[in-house]
T-cell receptor, first 110, second 113 residues
């Protein structure tokens, strides 16, 4: 069965800290890995990764994929209270179906 | 562009009643997906539809659940004879045909009392 595991499940940091969120996966028909941010409502898209070793960057957020070791990381530098959310990792496992991890709940305290 | 519209936002049903959840995809999107999110759990795929066709329903429970995406109108997720275990957030997403274009709605929170 296809599986996506995220760690840690929750994380509490202070503003200005740097955090690293982990996502490992086991799927039979990998196509891409996606990161989403969920703040009490609709998950919003952050990154889509298909190739190993190529870092995707958007402001203070960045992500990279390792297809040999089957994992991805999401980094957030200089965290702000507005970064508080659940971060979801998902893998496209054929036919546009996404398999999600349970998410990492990030709390950034002032 | 109003994005993916789901309604109602909140739905309360008594055990044994029917729940009908609606999803209008983004303009230009012809692919619709339904996911369920239980408390403290990730989103779980339920069904993938295109207009008048069910493409993949591998995540749908075998009984009481059905989905449609008619030629005209929104996609409907229908749950018959609801039970307490159906209480969850149900998210709809739409895309033009690739996961890169996946856009989620704000969800319907179903509570069965």
């Amino acid at each position: 069965e296809d599986k996506v595991v995220q760690s840690p499940l929750s994380l509490v940091v202070h503003e200005g800290d740097t955090v690293t969120l982990n996502c490992s996966y086991e799927v039979t028909n990998f196509r891409s890995l996606l990161w989403y941010k969920q703040e009490k409502k609709a998950p919003t898209f952050l990154f889509m990764l298909t190739s190993s070793g190529i870092e995707k960057k958007s402001g203070r957020l960045s992500s990279i994929l390792d297809k040999k070791e089957l994992f991805s990381i999401l980094n957030i530098t200089a965290t702000q209270t507005g970064d508080s959310a659940v971060y979801l990792c998902a893998v496209e496992a054929g036919s546009e179906k996404l398999v999600f991890g349970k998410g990492t709940k990030l709390t950034v305290n002032p | 562009n109003a994005g993916v519209m789901q309604n109602p936002r909140h739905l309360v049903r008594r055990r044994g009643q029917e729940a009908r959840l609606r999803c209008s995809p983004m303009k230009g999107h012809s692919h619709v997906y339904w996911y369920r999110q239980l408390p403290e759990e990730g989103l779980k795929f339920m069904v993938y539809l295109q207009k008048e066709n069910i493409i993949d329903e591998s995540g749908m429970p075998k009984e009481r659940f059905s989905a449609e995406f008619p030629k005209e109108g929104p996609s409907i997720l229908r749950i018959q004879q609801v039970v307490r275990g159906d209480s969850a957030a149900y998210f709809c997403a739409s895309s033009p045909g690739t996961v890169y274009g996946y856009t989620f709605g704000s969800g319907t929170r179903l509570t069965v009392v």
